[in-house]
Protein backbone atom coordinates (compact mmCIF):
# COMPACT_ATOMS: atom_id res chain seq x y z
CA UNK A 1 0.00 0.00 0.00
CA UNK A 2 1.27 3.66 -1.13
CA UNK A 3 0.76 6.07 2.05
CA UNK A 4 -0.09 9.88 0.73
CA UNK A 5 1.32 11.95 3.24
CA UNK A 6 2.69 15.61 4.01
CA UNK A 7 5.96 14.26 5.71
CA UNK A 8 8.79 16.06 3.75
CA UNK A 9 11.45 15.00 6.16
CA UNK A 10 10.33 10.85 5.72
CA UNK A 11 10.42 11.42 2.03
CA UNK A 12 13.77 13.49 1.96
CA UNK A 13 14.90 10.16 4.27
CA UNK A 14 13.83 7.81 1.55
CA UNK A 15 15.47 9.59 -1.31
CA UNK A 16 18.16 9.73 0.88
CA UNK A 17 18.61 6.37 1.23
CA UNK A 18 18.17 6.16 -2.41
CA UNK A 19 14.39 5.01 -2.70
CA UNK A 20 11.99 6.30 -4.68
CA UNK A 21 8.33 8.46 -4.23
CA UNK A 22 6.37 10.58 -5.73
CA UNK A 23 6.64 13.49 -5.79
CA UNK A 24 3.92 16.53 -6.75
CA UNK A 25 5.19 19.58 -9.23
CA UNK A 26 3.52 22.42 -10.91
CA UNK A 27 2.55 20.06 -14.05
CA UNK A 28 2.34 16.49 -13.42
CA UNK A 29 3.33 14.10 -10.24
CA UNK A 30 6.83 12.66 -11.06
CA UNK A 31 8.62 9.66 -9.85
CA UNK A 32 11.00 10.94 -7.82
CA UNK A 33 14.92 9.59 -7.33
CA UNK A 34 18.85 10.99 -6.57
CA UNK A 35 20.18 11.89 -9.66
CA UNK A 36 23.78 10.51 -8.37
CA UNK A 37 22.07 6.79 -7.40
CA UNK A 38 21.99 4.35 -9.60
CA UNK A 39 19.63 1.98 -7.40
CA UNK A 40 17.22 4.48 -7.62
CA UNK A 41 17.43 5.16 -11.22
CA UNK A 42 17.14 1.41 -11.98
CA UNK A 43 14.10 1.47 -10.06
CA UNK A 44 12.07 4.32 -11.93
CA UNK A 45 12.97 2.74 -15.05
CA UNK A 46 11.84 -0.61 -14.02
CA UNK A 47 8.49 0.45 -12.09
CA UNK A 48 7.76 2.96 -14.92
CA UNK A 49 8.48 0.55 -17.45
CA UNK A 50 10.16 2.70 -19.41
CA UNK A 51 12.85 1.85 -22.06
CA UNK A 52 16.49 2.74 -20.87
CA UNK A 53 16.53 4.66 -24.73
CA UNK A 54 14.28 7.62 -23.34
CA UNK A 55 15.90 9.85 -20.85
CA UNK A 56 15.01 11.16 -17.76
CA UNK A 57 14.55 15.27 -16.76
CA UNK A 58 17.17 16.49 -13.71
CA UNK A 59 14.85 18.64 -11.09
CA UNK A 60 17.40 21.75 -9.79
CA UNK A 61 16.33 23.83 -7.04
CA UNK A 62 17.51 27.21 -8.49
CA UNK A 63 19.60 28.54 -11.27
CA UNK A 64 22.70 28.87 -9.01
CA UNK A 65 22.60 24.71 -9.42
CA UNK A 66 22.40 24.68 -13.26
CA UNK A 67 26.26 24.85 -13.36
CA UNK A 68 26.25 21.26 -11.63
CA UNK A 69 24.52 19.42 -14.27
CA UNK A 70 24.56 21.42 -17.68
CA UNK A 71 27.87 23.04 -19.54
CA UNK A 72 27.54 25.43 -22.45
CA UNK A 73 24.25 26.81 -21.71
CA UNK A 74 23.81 29.73 -24.94
CA UNK A 75 22.01 32.95 -24.09
CA UNK A 76 18.90 32.44 -25.09
CA UNK A 77 18.76 29.27 -23.35
CA UNK A 78 19.89 31.33 -20.35
CA UNK A 79 16.95 34.10 -21.08
CA UNK A 80 14.26 31.28 -21.05
CA UNK A 81 15.78 29.87 -17.82
CA UNK A 82 15.36 33.57 -16.51
CA UNK A 83 11.71 34.55 -17.75
CA UNK A 84 9.98 30.89 -16.95
CA UNK A 85 11.87 29.12 -13.97
CA UNK A 86 10.93 28.18 -11.91
CA UNK A 87 8.29 27.32 -14.31
CA UNK A 88 6.95 24.25 -16.62
CA UNK A 89 9.79 24.66 -19.37
CA UNK A 90 12.44 22.19 -19.64
CA UNK A 91 15.69 22.37 -21.34
CA UNK A 92 17.42 19.92 -23.17
CA UNK A 93 21.77 21.45 -22.67
CA UNK A 94 25.17 19.68 -22.82
CA UNK A 95 25.35 17.75 -20.06
CA UNK A 96 27.76 17.98 -17.61
CA UNK A 97 30.85 15.24 -17.08
CA UNK A 98 29.35 14.35 -13.58
CA UNK A 99 25.51 13.24 -14.96
CA UNK A 100 25.28 9.11 -14.84
CA UNK A 101 24.48 7.59 -18.24
CA UNK A 102 21.67 6.06 -17.19
CA UNK A 103 19.96 9.90 -16.71
CA UNK A 104 20.62 10.89 -20.36
CA UNK A 105 19.97 7.12 -21.86
CA UNK A 106 23.76 8.24 -23.26
CA UNK A 107 23.09 11.19 -24.85
CA UNK A 108 25.40 14.09 -24.03
CA UNK A 109 22.49 16.30 -23.50
CA UNK A 110 20.53 16.87 -20.15
CA UNK A 111 16.95 17.63 -19.43
CA UNK A 112 16.44 20.33 -16.92
CA UNK A 113 13.93 22.08 -15.15
CA UNK A 114 13.19 24.45 -11.55
CA UNK A 115 9.55 22.95 -10.82
CA UNK A 116 7.17 25.88 -9.51
CA UNK A 117 6.13 23.82 -6.54
CA UNK A 118 6.39 24.87 -3.07
CA UNK A 119 6.67 20.94 -1.59
CA UNK A 120 8.91 20.28 -4.63
CA UNK A 121 11.07 23.21 -3.92
CA UNK A 122 11.34 22.23 0.04
CA UNK A 123 11.97 19.03 -0.88
CA UNK A 124 15.02 19.57 -3.38
CA UNK A 125 16.18 22.25 -0.24
CA UNK A 126 16.31 19.65 2.18
CA UNK A 127 17.70 16.93 -0.11
CA UNK A 128 20.23 19.02 -1.32
CA UNK A 129 20.86 17.19 -4.66
CA UNK A 130 19.29 16.87 -7.95
CA UNK A 131 15.98 14.74 -8.33
CA UNK A 132 15.18 12.66 -11.85
CA UNK A 133 11.52 12.42 -12.18
CA UNK A 134 9.70 11.31 -14.90
CA UNK A 135 5.86 11.58 -14.76
CA UNK A 136 4.96 9.23 -12.43
CA UNK A 137 3.03 6.98 -14.61
CA UNK A 138 4.05 3.46 -16.40
CA UNK A 139 5.08 4.16 -19.65
CA UNK A 140 2.13 4.92 -22.67
CA UNK A 141 -0.71 5.51 -19.83
CA UNK A 142 -1.89 9.15 -19.13
CA UNK A 143 -0.16 11.13 -16.67
CA UNK A 144 -1.38 11.97 -12.92
CA UNK A 145 -2.55 14.99 -11.30
CA UNK A 146 -3.00 14.37 -8.02
CA UNK A 147 -1.50 12.06 -5.15
CA UNK A 148 -4.25 9.77 -5.62
CA UNK A 149 -3.34 9.00 -9.32
CA UNK A 150 0.04 7.66 -8.37
CA UNK A 151 -1.04 5.44 -5.61
CA UNK A 152 -2.98 3.64 -8.06
CA UNK A 153 -0.46 3.11 -10.63
CA UNK A 154 2.07 2.41 -8.34
CA UNK A 155 0.74 0.48 -5.64
CA UNK A 156 3.39 -2.23 -5.00
CA UNK A 157 6.26 -0.32 -5.73
CA UNK A 158 6.34 2.93 -4.21
CA UNK A 159 5.96 3.40 0.04
CA UNK A 160 4.88 6.84 -0.25
CA UNK A 161 3.97 9.69 -2.41
CA UNK A 162 4.45 12.99 -1.14
CA UNK A 163 1.07 15.25 -1.42
CA UNK A 164 1.37 18.05 -2.83
CA UNK A 165 -2.89 18.77 -3.73
CA UNK A 166 -4.07 18.74 -7.50
CA UNK A 167 -1.43 19.93 -9.76
CA UNK A 168 -2.17 23.52 -10.85
CA UNK A 169 -0.76 23.56 -14.72
CA UNK A 170 -2.27 19.49 -15.14
CA UNK A 171 0.07 19.19 -18.02
CA UNK A 172 3.69 18.33 -18.62
CA UNK A 173 6.42 21.20 -18.94
CA UNK A 174 7.07 22.75 -22.18
CA UNK A 175 10.78 20.85 -23.35
CA UNK A 176 12.64 23.11 -25.78
CA UNK A 177 16.32 21.75 -27.09
CA UNK A 178 18.79 23.67 -29.17
CA UNK A 179 20.60 22.93 -32.88
CA UNK A 180 23.30 25.33 -34.08
CA UNK A 181 22.34 27.59 -30.59
CA UNK A 182 18.72 27.79 -32.82
CA UNK A 183 15.68 26.74 -29.93
CA UNK A 184 13.72 23.62 -31.08
CA UNK A 185 10.34 22.64 -29.52
CA UNK A 186 10.18 19.00 -28.86
CA UNK A 187 7.69 18.73 -26.88
CA UNK A 188 4.20 20.96 -26.36
CA UNK A 189 3.57 21.77 -22.97
CA UNK A 190 2.29 24.19 -20.12
CA UNK A 191 4.23 27.32 -21.76
CA UNK A 192 2.30 27.59 -24.89
CA UNK A 193 4.82 28.69 -28.50
CA UNK A 194 3.65 32.11 -28.50
CA UNK A 195 4.71 32.70 -25.60
CA UNK A 196 8.35 30.80 -25.72
CA UNK A 197 8.61 32.82 -29.12
CA UNK A 198 7.97 36.28 -27.32
CA UNK A 199 11.64 35.65 -25.70
CA UNK A 200 13.36 34.03 -28.02
CA UNK A 201 11.96 34.44 -31.92
CA UNK A 202 10.54 32.01 -34.31
CA UNK A 203 10.74 28.20 -33.13
CA UNK A 204 11.78 25.39 -35.20
CA UNK A 205 8.74 23.16 -34.19
CA UNK A 206 10.10 19.01 -34.16
CA UNK A 207 6.65 16.98 -35.30
CA UNK A 208 5.15 13.62 -33.75
CA UNK A 209 6.52 12.13 -36.58
CA UNK A 210 9.93 13.18 -36.88
CA UNK A 211 12.12 10.28 -35.62
CA UNK A 212 14.46 12.75 -34.72
CA UNK A 213 17.02 10.95 -32.44
CA UNK A 214 17.13 13.97 -30.15
CA UNK A 215 13.95 13.77 -29.39
CA UNK A 216 13.67 10.14 -27.91
CA UNK A 217 10.38 10.31 -26.34
CA UNK A 218 8.20 11.89 -28.88
CA UNK A 219 6.52 8.84 -29.49
CA UNK A 220 3.31 9.37 -31.48
CA UNK A 221 0.96 6.91 -29.11
CA UNK A 222 1.11 7.72 -25.43
CA UNK A 223 -0.92 9.13 -22.68
CA UNK A 224 -3.19 6.87 -23.67
CA UNK A 225 -6.74 5.75 -21.76
CA UNK A 226 -7.31 2.00 -21.66
CA UNK A 227 -10.48 3.27 -23.21
CA UNK A 228 -10.87 3.09 -26.93
CA UNK A 229 -10.28 6.98 -27.30
CA UNK A 230 -11.40 9.09 -30.81
CA UNK A 231 -10.35 12.70 -31.75
CA UNK A 232 -13.30 14.17 -34.20
CA UNK A 233 -14.37 18.11 -35.11
CA UNK A 234 -17.69 17.07 -35.17
CA UNK A 235 -18.76 14.92 -32.16
CA UNK A 236 -22.57 14.91 -32.87
CA UNK A 237 -22.30 13.10 -35.83
CA UNK A 238 -19.23 10.47 -34.46
CA UNK A 239 -22.33 10.10 -31.65
CA UNK A 240 -24.30 8.97 -34.77
CA UNK A 241 -22.17 6.62 -36.07
CA UNK A 242 -21.68 5.33 -33.02
CA UNK A 243 -25.37 3.33 -31.74
CA UNK A 244 -25.50 1.04 -28.99
CA UNK A 245 -22.03 2.16 -27.75
CA UNK A 246 -21.64 3.21 -24.14
CA UNK A 247 -20.08 6.86 -24.96
CA UNK A 248 -18.66 9.45 -22.89
CA UNK A 249 -17.55 12.79 -24.16
CA UNK A 250 -14.60 15.02 -23.10
CA UNK A 251 -15.55 18.59 -24.45
CA UNK A 252 -14.25 21.92 -24.19
CA UNK A 253 -16.72 24.39 -22.96
CA UNK A 254 -20.33 23.01 -23.56
CA UNK A 255 -22.00 19.96 -22.33
CA UNK A 256 -24.54 17.70 -25.69
CA UNK A 257 -27.72 17.24 -25.21
CA UNK A 258 -28.50 13.42 -25.37
CA UNK A 259 -29.46 11.08 -22.90
CA UNK A 260 -27.71 8.52 -24.25
CA UNK A 261 -24.28 9.64 -23.37
CA UNK A 262 -23.43 8.24 -20.35
CA UNK A 263 -21.17 10.84 -18.89
CA UNK A 264 -19.71 14.04 -20.29
CA UNK A 265 -16.74 15.83 -18.90
CA UNK A 266 -16.48 20.06 -19.38
CA UNK A 267 -12.82 21.33 -19.41
CA UNK A 268 -13.59 24.90 -19.41
CA UNK A 269 -17.05 26.33 -19.21
CA UNK A 270 -15.54 29.33 -19.69
CA UNK A 271 -13.27 28.33 -23.11
CA UNK A 272 -10.10 28.86 -21.36
CA UNK A 273 -7.76 26.66 -22.64
CA UNK A 274 -5.49 27.22 -19.23
CA UNK A 275 -8.18 25.74 -17.33
CA UNK A 276 -8.92 22.90 -19.71
CA UNK A 277 -5.28 22.36 -19.95
CA UNK A 278 -5.25 21.47 -16.31
CA UNK A 279 -8.69 19.27 -16.31
CA UNK A 280 -7.94 17.03 -19.03
CA UNK A 281 -6.13 14.16 -17.22
CA UNK A 282 -8.33 14.50 -14.58
CA UNK A 283 -11.02 14.10 -16.93
CA UNK A 284 -9.33 11.64 -19.28
CA UNK A 285 -8.51 9.67 -15.95
CA UNK A 286 -12.24 9.74 -14.50
CA UNK A 287 -13.35 8.56 -18.20
CA UNK A 288 -11.14 5.63 -17.89
CA UNK A 289 -12.65 4.52 -15.11
CA UNK A 290 -16.63 4.22 -16.28
CA UNK A 291 -16.33 0.89 -18.09
CA UNK A 292 -17.24 3.11 -21.60
CA UNK A 293 -17.04 1.39 -24.98
CA UNK A 294 -15.84 4.56 -26.06
CA UNK A 295 -14.52 8.13 -25.20
CA UNK A 296 -15.23 10.61 -27.81
CA UNK A 297 -12.98 13.61 -27.55
CA UNK A 298 -13.45 17.13 -29.32
CA UNK A 299 -10.83 18.57 -31.22
CA UNK A 300 -9.81 21.81 -29.30
CA UNK A 301 -8.88 25.57 -31.24
CA UNK A 302 -5.24 25.05 -32.60
CA UNK A 303 -3.82 28.14 -30.74
CA UNK A 304 -2.35 28.72 -26.86
CA UNK A 305 -2.50 25.81 -25.17
CA UNK A 306 -5.31 24.09 -27.16
CA UNK A 307 -1.99 23.20 -29.66
CA UNK A 308 -0.49 21.19 -26.50
CA UNK A 309 -4.19 19.80 -25.62
CA UNK A 310 -4.61 18.55 -29.08
CA UNK A 311 -1.32 17.28 -29.52
CA UNK A 312 -2.17 14.96 -26.34
CA UNK A 313 -5.41 13.99 -27.52
CA UNK A 314 -3.78 12.53 -30.97
CA UNK A 315 -1.52 10.74 -28.95
CA UNK A 316 -4.38 9.14 -26.95
CA UNK A 317 -6.36 8.50 -29.71
CA UNK A 318 -3.80 6.64 -31.61
CA UNK A 319 -3.97 3.48 -32.02
O1 LIG B 1 6.36 18.46 -16.52
C1 LIG B 1 7.23 17.61 -16.65
O2 LIG B 1 8.17 17.73 -17.45
C2 LIG B 1 7.14 16.36 -15.76
C3 LIG B 1 7.35 16.78 -14.32
C4 LIG B 1 7.34 15.63 -13.37
O3 LIG B 1 8.53 17.52 -14.21
N1 LIG B 1 8.08 15.37 -16.17
C5 LIG B 1 7.97 14.70 -17.35
O4 LIG B 1 8.94 13.73 -17.54
O5 LIG B 1 7.08 14.89 -18.15
P1 LIG B 1 8.86 12.61 -18.65
O6 LIG B 1 10.03 11.75 -18.41
O7 LIG B 1 7.55 11.95 -18.62
O8 LIG B 1 9.05 13.37 -20.00
C6 LIG B 1 10.30 13.93 -20.27
C7 LIG B 1 10.61 13.86 -21.71
C8 LIG B 1 10.73 12.44 -22.22
O9 LIG B 1 9.94 12.33 -23.39
C9 LIG B 1 12.19 12.30 -22.56
O10 LIG B 1 12.39 11.52 -23.71
C10 LIG B 1 12.62 13.73 -22.81
O11 LIG B 1 11.89 14.47 -21.88
N2 LIG B 1 14.04 13.91 -22.55
C11 LIG B 1 14.71 13.73 -21.40
N3 LIG B 1 16.02 13.95 -21.56
C12 LIG B 1 16.20 14.28 -22.86
C13 LIG B 1 17.34 14.60 -23.65
N4 LIG B 1 18.57 14.64 -23.15
N5 LIG B 1 17.13 14.87 -24.96
C14 LIG B 1 15.88 14.84 -25.48
N6 LIG B 1 14.76 14.54 -24.78
C15 LIG B 1 14.93 14.25 -23.49
MG1 LIG C 1 5.77 11.25 -19.32
Same mark, same amino acid.
Given at each position: ??????????????? !?? =????????? $??????????????????????????????????????????????????????????????? $????????????????? !????????????????????????????????????????????? =????????????????????????????????????????????? =??????????????????????????????????? $????????????????????????????????????????????????????????? !???????????????????????????????
Amino acid at each position: MTLITTDINLASEML !KN =EDVIGMPTE $TVYGLAGNIYSEKAIKKIYEIKKRPFINPLIVHIKSLECLNKVAINVSESALKLANTFWPGPL $TLILDKHSSIPDLITAG !KNTVAVRIPNHPVALALLEIVNFPLAAPSANPFGCISPTSAKHVA =EYFNDEISIVLEGGNCQKGIESTIIGFRNKQPILYRHGSISVQEI =EAVVGKLEILTKNDSAPEAPGMLSKHYAPITETFL $TNDVIEFIKKSPHKKIGLLLFKQEIDNQKIIHQEVLSKSGDLKEAASNLYAALHRLD !KLNLDIIIAEQFPDIGLGKTINDRLERATKR
